[in-house]
């Protein structure tokens, strides 16, 4: 997927997965057939970097945030642009729709996040009182309040109705680096340069329970799909995962070499995977037990992983400009996807995990399919590729056997091919 002049900042499948919509530093998103058929849809309009995208939840609209200080909403029917929402005055940092899709949540650099109504009316809710850029902004999973994250070491709780003076944390002795909602919306939990993490009430009630331990600043904090732990990464090498309800001492995952970037959880909650500038990730069982399970073969800074929708695959992307499959409990080799001509920043699976699509620095998206490598030449992957046998008499030529094993061969043959395309077709 070529066609950007500039880095490639974002990339998101719509819902359906049939397509995607990238953002870059050429002023310009995409809109590409995920199959790669056809030409993509060029959106123009913006004066400065496209900087984040959104589909909406309906797959209908797709909304822009733009260095230029705009936020554009698109029709995704490749029907042009429908409004722009101005009022900003400072680049538009992150964007994104409410659950159900009625409003738009952006921050930017001049200090506000906003909340605009998707359909254009009315003038935008503002929510201001930050001190510094707006970091980061993230609706609560039921869309009834927002989080908003800051360079000028809070964070605010604000009702996205606009009623009241927002919960404002404070604690923090230096920037955040990032704020997210539990799965229940009751809870906060922030990162920060000051070396620690909190966790909040969502009603601003109490005091937080500090995550205090590590040794360098907290880059990330994750919270587990059941709410119960955080885990948080640092650039002090390791990973740690709290205890998210009460006290106690978290559990500290030491092996990499180098600052740890990210961390996701697998679907289940069991294990976590960690990226890191030593160019391996991890995989760590939450029950600590045992050594972790070491992804080791990138030649780069490791910058992202993703685990499969199953659960059973990890795909990095690296510095080295690679991106590998592996499995989750380490048997086999990597698939190793060459292609990009620059860094890998990041990627993601596509809802049916049979795809995945990464960005790069090189100013290219690409979608990779077949990813399940072939492990024995019974693999019905092999024999669906090409429905060719070959010929009785190059067998007999060639291979130096009788007229009646070379057409016992062809017909092996020809049965495996007609059983793959028809499981294909099913």
Request: aromatic share 8%.
């Amino acid at each position: 997927m070529r066609g950007h002049e500039g880095w490639v900042r974002s990339a998101k499948w719509s819902a359906d997965g049939t397509r995607i919509i990238t953002t870059s530093d050429d002023k310009r998103a995409r809109v590409y057939s995920a199959d790669g058929v056809g030409e993509p849809w060029i959106l123009r309009g913006h004066e400065g970097w496209a900087r984040a995208a959104e589909w909406s939840p309906d797959g209908r609209r797709i909304v822009t945030a733009s260095s230029d200080r705009t936020v554009r909403i698109w029709d995704a029917r490749r029907m042009g642009e429908r409004r722009v929402f101005r009022g900003h005055e400072g680049a538009v940092s992150s964007v994104a729709y409410s659950p159900g899709g009625e409003r738009i949540l952006t921050a930017s650099e001049d200090g506000t996040a906003r909340v605009w109504k998707a359909d254009g009316s009315g003038e935008p809710l503002l929510l201001r009182g930050h001190e510094n850029w707006v970091s980061s902004a993230a609706w609560s999973p039921d869309g009834s309040r927002i989080v908003t994250a800051s360079e000028d070491r809070t964070a605010r709780l604000w009702n996205a109705e606009g009623t009241g003076e927002p919960v404002v944390l404070r604690g923090h002795e230096s920037a955040l680096n990032a704020a997210a909602w539990s799965p229940d919306g009751k809870r906060v939990v922030t990162a920060s340069e000051d070396r620690t993490a909190r966790i909040w009430n969502a009603d601003g009630s109490g005091e937080p329970r500090v995550l205090r331990g590590h040794e360098g600043e907290v880059r990330w904090a994750a919270w587990s799909p059941d709410g119960a732990h955080i885990a948080t990464t640092s650039s002090d090498r390791t990973v740690r995962v709290w205890n998210a309800h009460g006290a106690g001492e978290p559990r500290i995952f030491r092996g990499h070499d180098h600052w740890v970037e990210f961390a996701a959880w697998s679907r289940d909650g069991k294990r976590i995977v960690t990226t890191s500038s030593d160019r391996t990730a991890r995989v760590w069982d939450l029950e600590g037990t045992g050594e972790p399970l070491v992804l080791n073969g990138h030649e780069g800074w490791v910058r992202s992983a993703a685990w499969s929708p199953d659960g059973k695959r990890i795909a990095t992307a690296s510095v080295d400009k690679t991106v590998r499959i592996w499995n989750g409990d380490g048997t086999g080799e990597p698939v190793v996807l060459r292609g990009h001509e620059g860094w890998v920043s990041s990627v993601a699976w596509s809802p049916d995990g049979k795809r995945l699509v990464t960005a790069s620095d090189d100013q290219t998206l690409q979608v990779w399919n077949d990813l399940m490598p072939l492990v024995s030449p019974e693999d019905p992957q092999l024999w669906a590729a090409t429905p060719y046998c070959v010929p009785v008499d190059w067998t007999v030529k060639h291979l130096g056997v009788t007229e009646e094993m070379a057409r016992a061969e062809q017909r092996t043959c020809q049965r495996r091919v007609e059983a793959a395309a028809g499981g294909a077709s099913r």
